[in-house]
T-cell receptor
């Protein structure tokens, strides 16, 4: 069964608004979660590493003030896309480790469309 | 940073035949390499992990090889079925290993098994 959930699965918003995406680990604690972004026919690109109780680590080229990450509990990480623009339209996916630090389990993804 | 190349964007195979997908990487050799399956509009699902000291790993109809000299991994699906149609992603850890790293993905090979 699913070990990671995301909400919402799909969101449409107007340009300039902010959108929050939730990633939850089900029935286990996740001290580390990852956020990826995938454009059509492109590979998943790691955006940031979310650590419970501390600041997220962002990959080069990812604006930390635009993509706010909060990992306030061991089962929830949130990604907020602030002042979203059409170029932020993408598929956002979170993941975490389950038992060890190798294999990652991914959420079902959130499709964001900014009009 | 690692660059991962996967052999083609689309691969058509007749049902019952063996599908072989290729993953090549540059730069340093990773401690392990992973293969994931991704269906349209969904998050990736872990399939197999192979370590640098392993030449081959099998799981049911799946087989993965890892050649660190060639910097290449091959992913085989034997007795392929239409339900195997999906995009298959090759992934390596972003760091030099040993920690809780995110993954670097290839663009993926879109496999189509024709009845």
């Amino acid at each position: 069964g699913a070990v990671v959930s995301q909400h919402p699965s799909r969101v449409i918003c107007k340009s300039g608004t902010s959108v929050k995406i939730e990633c939850r680990s089900l029935d286990f604690q996740a001290t580390t979660m990852f956020w990826y972004r995938q454009f059509p026919k492109q590979s998943l690109m790691l955006m940031a590493t979310s650590n419970e109780g501390s600041k997220a680590t962002y990959e080069q080229g990812v604006e930390k003030d635009k993509f706010l990450i909060n990992h306030a509990s061991l089962t929830l990480s949130t990604l907020t896309v602030t002042s979203a623009h059409p170029e932020d339209s993408s598929f956002y996916i979170c993941s975490t480790f389950v038992g060890g630090y190798e294999t990652q389990y991914f959420g079902p993804g959130t499709r964001l469309l900014v009009l | 940073s690692q660059k991962i190349e996967q052999n083609s964007e689309a691969l058509n195979i007749q049902e019952g035949k063996t599908a072989t997908l290729t993953c090549n990487y540059t730069n340093y050799s990773p401690a392990y390499l992973q293969w994931y399956r991704q269906d349209p509009g969904r998050g990736p699902v872990f399939l197999l992990l192979i370590r640098e000291n392993e030449k081959e790993k099998r799981k049911e109809r799946l087989k993965v090889t890892f050649d660190t000299t060639l910097k290449q991994s091959l992913f085989h699906i034997t007795a392929s079925q239409p339900a195997d149609s999906a995009t298959y992603l090759c992934a390596l850890e972003t760091g030099t290993g040993g920690g809780a790293d995110g993954l670097t993905f290839g663009k993926g090979t879109h496999l189509i098994i024709q009845p």
